[in-house]
């Protein structure tokens, strides 16, 4: 089991240098094209304020969205021109991409890459803001990660790693029914790691895509039940892992499995407020 810095500092200092040893090679999308398939989320981390393990700080998805019930990380789709303003702004000096210390690199050596990072930072501080309440400005932003593309939707996610600096307390809007946090301890226990099979239903259009897949998921036994860590948001988790600390969870054929059924609801989701 890897072990963790003993101090914040230490912590941070160690995934902001694994993550700029292994950036994205690319963002693969052009800023004056169609976005409407892009996302940007923050893999956010965060500590208790009396001390302890570090953490992930996820969304668990309400009921009146789709996939209800899954763990994801705050953020969404960008919104142009608002997010294009919100960009101009991440060049002033209090803000988390004016602070993080590999900014000049990317912004000399990186010019193109580094303005689509900014408008992508931009739009998952927006979301998290508007998701959770996050305050933009109380963050430290550590590094990007590789887009991963969502298997029944036409979208690519970009997460962007962050460490919230002292928030304890979020507000959850309509979207979230609550907020789940992992401590990443746990993320190394091969025992919590298990293998999900799922099935559809027929009225579920496009779920055929998923029907009969088997895929490896993470079991969050949390204070208010099990929680499960799939899809997206779990290869996102992965890399992290990886690419941090060098942690590869089991292979999938070792895994029990899980049984679930997907229907339309979790495809379209219910009636919105």
């Given amino acids: 089991m890897p072990s963790l810095p003993d101090d914040t500092d230490s912590f941070l200092r160690l995934i902001r240098s694994r993550l700029f040893q292994h950036p994205p090679e690319k963002f693969n999308f052009n800023t004056n094209g169609d976005l409407r398939r892009i996302s940007a989320v923050l893999f956010l981390l965060g500590k208790a304020s009396r001390g302890g393990e570090p953490f992930i700080i996820l969304n668990k998805r309400s009921q009146h969205v789709r996939q209800p019930g899954d763990l994801c990380c705050p953020g969404g789709g960008i919104s142009p021109p608002f997010d294009f303003l919100l960009t101009h702004g991440l060049s002033l000096p209090v803000t988390p991409l004016a602070r993080w210390p590999h900014m000049r690199w990317w912004r000399h050596s990186r ?11 931009a739009t998952a501080l927006r979301e998290g803001f508007e998701e959770m309440r996050l ?37 959850p809007n309509w979207e979230v029914e609550k907020i789940v946090r992992i401590p990443i301890p746990n993320l190394f226990n091969p025992a919590n790691y298990a293998r999900y099979r799922i099935s559809y239903k027929p009225t579920a259009p496009g779920a055929d895509q998923l029907s009969g897949r088997e895929m490896p998921c993470f079991v969050h036994h949390g204070n208010q039940g099990e929680e499960l860590l799939w899809g997206a948001t779990y290869r ?34 219910s009636i919105l407020p």
């Fill in 135 to 171: 305050n933009p400005f109380g963050v430290t932003f550590l590094g990007p990660m590789p887009a991963q593309d969502l298997v029944m939707f036409k979208r690519s996610i970009y997460p962007m790693v962050a460490w919230v600096n002292r928030q304890q307390r979020f507000t």
């Fill in 111 to 121: 010019p193109a890459d580094y303005s689509k990072l900014s408008l992508l930072l």
């Fill in 236 to 269: 996102i988790t992965e890399h992290f892992l990886k690419t941090t600390f060098g942690f590869t969870p089991p292979p999938i054929s070792r895994l029990p499995v899980i049984n679930r059924r997907l229907d339309r609801t979790y495809l379209q989701g």
